[in-house]
């Protein structure tokens, strides 16, 4: 199998959020077919929506090497989720890990369990800060754009909506510290 780049989100608002998110990077390190190559700093996303009455959530990007498959680093992060207590109770409800994969080298799956590139990159700041953090010109090969521009065109979304009294949210993300590695 020939070693791919990968993206990974994590995020964690049940529990220690920053040992969940912490254990969660210690499964991958210990995985021979995953190599860590970045991770972002640790960000603190205030919840919004339908699901804003629940604690903040912690959030980071890693890029990974695998020779893995993407259906099997899917199963491994699920695996991963499962091992650190992660229940499946409601969409966008609270969690103590989600492992969700942003990127998978250039390959483009639309499956009903996996979708590659993920598709609401564009529309979330905890997302794309982290990601421009580590790689801002990483090209998204649907939007044909760099991350950076992406994160860029979302703040001007929400100025826009905000100067004209449109409904627009974006979240709030505040950097908060280095991951231990």
């Known amino acids: 199998m020939m070693r791919r780049i990968a993206y990974i989100s994590l995020g964690s608002n049940l ?3 920053s040992q969940n998110i912490q254990q969660a990077i210690d499964y991958l390190y210990a995985c021979p077919q995953v190599k860590i190559l970045k991770i972002s700093s640790l960000y603190k996303t205030e919840p919004w929506g339908p699901h804003k009455d629940q604690p903040e959530f912690l959030n980071a990007v890693i890029k990974l090497q695998t020779d893995l498959g993407p259906e099997a680093l899917h199963r491994y992060l699920q695996e991963i989720e499962y091992k650190l207590h992660r229940k499946r ?9 989600d492992l969700d994969i942003l990127f998978f080298g250039k390959i483009l799956i639309d499956d009903e369990n996996l979708k590659v ?7 979330r700041a905890f997302v794309l800060i982290p990601l421009a953090e580590i790689a801002p010109k990483l090209y998204h090969p649907v939007l044909k754009k760099t991350i950076a ?6 703040k001007a979304r929400a100025r826009t909506a905000s100067k004209k009294g449109e409904p627009f949210h974006m979240e709030k993300v505040q ?4 991951i231990k590695v």
């Open 117 to 123: 590139p993920h598709p609401e990159i564009a529309n």
């Open 175 to 178: 950097k908060i510290g280095k």
């Open 149 to 154: 521009t992406l994160l860029s065109e979302l």
């Open 15 to 17: 529990g220690d959020r």
């Open 89 to 97: 109770n409601k969409k966008g409800g609270p969690r103590t890990i």
